[in-house]
């Protein structure tokens, strides 16, 4: 059985939304970090914002060490109630009532790792319905000062227990939670 691992940039005031502000942290290290989990993972679980903008971005990405060939063969799960159709090897999941269920599934579908990168409006719904096994908060060393929270006021409570960090040169550091009592 498969966790959901969800991953997520952050800068130090909390904004997750447009990552742009990560690429001056990005290095080869990073490159390393991202590939070990992107391989870790049997299947990418995403919303459709984060869906949309990959869609755009990875379907024409090569690269030497496999990273592009492995982001674009293996299977997306969309959570949307919106989009009608699919592409990019991706499958269509309309959440809402019952994504729990659905969730369940792709945990029993696959042996590792589900991994969700981005998709704040998603892992907001997955934390609210005790759905993710690891939480990777990976932090850059920079306020951006406006833009979308992961968790923003009004956010119910949820306690998570530290489960590893991880820091890079470049300042960035990666926080691993696992919810309590888990």
């Known amino acids: 059985m498969s966790k959901i ?16 502000w990560t690429g001056p942290y990005f290095d080869e290290e990073h490159g390393a970090y991202q590939r070990e989990r992107l391989f870790a993972s049997d299947a990418l679980l995403l919303g459709r914002e ?3 903008g990959f869609v755009k ?5 090569t690269d030497e060490d496999g990273f592009a ?3 674009n063969s293996m299977p997306k799960h969309v959570v949307s109630t919106t989009l009608e159709t699919t592409e990019w090897n991706a499958t269509l999941a309309k959440g809402g009532d019952d994504l729990a269920q659905e969730v369940a599934a792709l945990k029993e579908r696959y042996e590792r790792d589900v991994l969700v ?3 704040g409006a998603l892992i907001r719904s997955l934390v609210a319905e005790g759905l993710v096994d690891e939480l990777k908060l990976w932090i850059h060393p920079v306020v951006v000062g ?4 992961l968790f923003p006021e009004g956010t ?21 939670y696992r919810p309590s009592g888990a």
């Open 5 to 20: 691992v969800a991953l997520v940039y952050l800068s130090l005031d909390g904004v997750m939304e447009n990552p742009a």
């Open 50 to 52: 984060t869906y949309e």
């Open 57 to 61: 971005a990875w379907p024409g990405m």
């Open 69 to 71: 060939d492995r982001m």
């Open 117 to 119: 990168y981005g998709s």
């Open 146 to 149: 406006e833009g979308k929270r």
């Open 156 to 176: 119910g409570m949820s306690q998570w227990t530290p489960a590893g960090t991880r820091t890079f040169s470049s300042g960035a550091l990666i926080l691993d």
